[in-house]
């Protein structure tokens, strides 16, 4: 899939895509509808609003798209993948990468070479279908872009779904962050990055130096790219490659028309502009954010509008964020299942982990180890807390390889039977999430471990562990047989 068009396409061929032809408001209207739809059952229906009513009451001709990549099933489709866990797989076949002894490893060898060649972006000459349309000067105003405000107490409308396009100034590295937006006029934006993003450490480069920094925010476009904007990737890979292994083909850019920034071609709308970090910073927020509560308000930079480019029948993807679960849950699912086996080049004993929607990604993680000394569970989390964005992990719950982390009630059950307090936690101080409210100080916490692995007796655990219960075999085979002739129907069955 290469646009919005078509992944709206292939939602609605599966049936999960309902098209909404009454005229409903971009201010709060859609977020109440479309939050009652994701916290149904499997995250509810993706939702395409025909009929946008703007602030000034008059109607948009541009569609909203909203829970786009809110199920299982749509973000299966959103990277053409049967499983997410097919992508995990392909990127450990190409860490098994040797040096080949036999003529036939040397083909295998050289397929896979061949497929990663064919990751780069290309760049087309010309126009792109995104810039089918350019508004410049006085024909700019963000406020007659169907650009959703959220929440009640929210500062104003927000972007929440952009790939933002900067280049590192001194190595001219390309970085593409999934940040929110505020509107704040009809060619001002703020910029909200929190100090960790790479976005905001191209934007301290560039106030050292004194430059104006070129930004670019595109919309819409290729499902890849667009899931790539919130990867966790390391600063130096560039997120437009990442989406070509994705979708096994180059993502296609376009030079933008106000800078040198290179932009997804096929993107709906594409925000060109500046900040300058001469000026004072801007009032950003407050925001209803994805851990239910408000962030509240602070200082981000400007970013000045230059021109506002779209293609011939462009709409607006967005998505909203509140009290869990929402569609975010989803993307975030699919970053556990990609970027195992990357975790566990670093941490070979992890057999898998997951992010419950109730911890809001960065508060709990659940992870299964293969335990094989003493303290394990202590040198997993300390390597975990050493690794990335999950430095900002909260709780880390550690528990045995036949643990299902996937299922959380599972999980609860062995933990808070196999825990005793006083033993089998530890506390630790380091960097939290900018929007934990309850911490300490501003992005600085504590933490905590939880081991919830069988003990051993060098652990001082000199009683005899429990076996779990779990019926015979022959029992469940005799009583499957005779089910269907008992009469009895549950929930699902």
């Not at 786009?68 to 489709?77: A, I, Q």
Request: glycine share 8%.
């Amino acid at each position: 899939m290469d646009n919005s068009r078509e992944f709206l396409d292939r939602i609605e061929a599966a049936g999960e895509l309902v098209r909404i032809g009454h005229p409903v408001s971009v201010d709060r209207e859609m977020t109440e509808i479309s939050d009652r739809c994701m916290k149904s059952r499997n995250g509810g229906p993706a939702l395409l609003f025909e009929r946008p009513i703007l602030e000034d009451g008059t109607e948009s001709d541009i569609p909203v798209g909203l829970n786009l990549y809110g199920s299982m099933n749509r973000m299966c489709l959103s990277l053409e993948v049967d499983r997410l866990d097919d992508i995990g797989d392909r990127i450990q076949d190409l860490m098994k990468l040797k040096v080949p002894e036999r003529w036939r490893e040397k083909l295998a060898m050289l397929s896979k070479v061949a497929e990663i060649g064919k990751f780069p972006p290309r760049t087309i000459k010309g126009s792109a279908p995104c810039q089918s349309k350019v508004l410049q000067g006085s024909q700019i105003d963000l406020t007659k872009l169907p650009i959703i405000k959220c929440w009640p107490d929210d500062g104003g409308a927000y972007l929440t779904l952009p790939q933002v396009v900067t280049n590192d100034p001194r190595t001219g590295v390309r970085n593409v962050g999934m940040y929110r937006v505020q509107v704040l006029g009809k060619d001002t934006l703020a910029m909200h990055w929190q100090r960790h993003k790479v976005g905001a450490a191209h934007w301290r480069e560039m106030a050292e130096k004194g430059e104006k920094m070129p930004v670019a925010i595109a919309i819409g476009g290729d499902p890849a790219s667009v899931y790539s904007a919130s990867a966790p990737l390391p600063p130096d890979i560039d997120e437009y490659i990442f989406a070509g292994f994705l979708r096994r083909k180059p993502v296609k850019l376009v030079k933008a028309t106000q800078s040198d920034l290179k932009i997804p071609a096929e993107s709906d709308i594409v925000i060109e502009g500046y900040i300058d970090p001469a000026e004072d910073l801007v009032v950003e927020g407050p925001f209803g954010d994805h851990t239910g509560f408000y962030s509240l308000a602070d200082e981000y930079p400007a970013v000045h509008v230059t021109a506002i480019t779209m293609r011939d029948d462009p709409i607006i993807p967005t998505t909203i964020v509140g009290r869990p679960p929402m569609e975010d849950y989803y993307l975030g699912h699919a970053t556990e299942r990609i970027f195992l086996p990357l975790m566990r080049l670093t941490v070979p004993e992890i057999v898998d982990y997951h992010m419950p929607a109730a911890g809001v990604f960065h508060n709990l993680v659940f992870v299964s180890i293969d335990k094989q000394y003493p303290g394990h569970a202590w040198k997993v989390m300390n390597a975990l807390w050493g690794m990335g964005l999950m430095s900002l992990a909260k709780f880390i719950v550690v528990f045995d390889k036949d643990v299902n982390v996937q299922d959380a009630e599972e999980a609860w059950w062995i933990a808070l039977n196999n825990i005793d307090p006083d033993r089998d936690t530890r506390f630790t101080m380091g960097p939290v999430d900018v929007l934990d409210h309850a911490s300490r100080a501003f992005t600085y916490g504590s933490k905590m471990g939880i081991d919830a692995t069988t003990k051993w007796p060098e652990e001082g655990f000199t009683r005899q562990w429990p076996d779990k219960i779990i019926m015979d075999e022959e029992t469940v085979a005799r009583v499957d047989a005779m089910w269907d002739s008992l009469g009895i129907r549950l929930d699902g069955s």
